[in-house]
T-cell receptor, first 112, second 112 residues
Framework: DQQVKQNSPSLSVQEGRISILNCDYT??????FLWYKKYPAEGPTFLIS?????DKNEDGRFTVFLNKSAKHLSLHIVPSQPGDSAVYFC???????????FGTGTRLTIIP | DAGITQSPRHKVTETGTPVTLRCHQT?????MYWYRQDPGHGLRLIHY???????DKGEVSDGYSVSRSKTEDFLLTLESATSSQTSVYFC???????????FGSGTRLTVV
């Protein structure tokens, strides 16, 4: 039972345009959400997070939006740059639980 | 070296042999995790530790065991390797609920 789903295995975006990566979850107990970025032959690295008390969190070119009623979050990257080409994982945890549940990942390719 | 170090980075082993993967951290993380990454499955939790000698199973623990004799080291053992255990294995550490993970660079294991 996949509690965190990333339904798009891959996404290609022109350099300079907006990249939107989506994530859906089924567990209503999840209240903390994170995005990780992974380059080939490296471990995932933390990108941005959001708590369920917020609906938006911004960090430079990266913004995460959370829609609790729809159990949906999205990562916006504006403008997209070639260095953003990577696999992006969505992750979630429930209050008081230190374990993260990860999605299947979306491979983002930025086209120069 | 700071952070989380995994060894070896690559290993090829034969079916039926025991294999131990090592994870060493210098960040005093209380919680440590072993994940495997497979196409179409994302990151799946194998085992985790919430302190020295305190470990528990994740969602894909069959065929694996772990040990944590000191804070810094978390070992993953494949008791009798099978081809289905061919994967990329990631170790991660965290400070607890509400904190993100720090990942190692991964171990690519091939069972032939």
């Amino acid at each position: 039972d996949q509690q965190v789903k990333q339904n798009s295995p891959s996404l290609s975006v022109q350099e300079g345009r907006i990249s939107i990566l989506n994530c859906d979850y089924t567990n209503s107990m999840f209240d903390y959400f994170l995005w990780y970025k992974k380059y080939p032959a490296e471990g995932p690295t933390f990108l941005i997070s959001i708590s369920s008390i917020k609906d938006k969190n911004e960090d430079g070119r990266f913004t995460v939006f959370l829609n609790k009623s729809a159990k949906h979050l999205s990562l916006h990257i504006v403008p997209s740059q070639p260095g953003d080409s990577a696999v992006y994982f969505c992750a979630a945890s429930a209050s008081g639980n230190e374990k993260l549940t990860f999605g299947t990942g979306t491979r983002l390719t930025i086209i120069p | 070296d700071a952070g989380i170090t995994q060894s070896p980075r690559h290993k090829v082993t034969e079916t039926g042999t025991p294999v131990t993967l090592r994870c060493h951290q210098t960040e005093n993380h209380r919680y440590m995790y072993w994940y495997r990454q497979d196409p179409g499955h994302g990151l799946r939790l194998i085992h985790y530790s919430y302190g020295v000698k305190d470990t528990d199973k994740g969602e894909v623990s069959d065929g694996y065991s772990v040990s944590r004799s000191k804070t810094e080291d978390f070992l993953l053992t494949l008791e009798s390797a099978t081809s289905s255990q061919t994967s990329v294995y990631f170790c991660a550490g965290s400070g607890g609920a509400g904190y993100g993970y720090t990942f190692g660079s991964g171990t690519r294991l091939t069972v032939v």
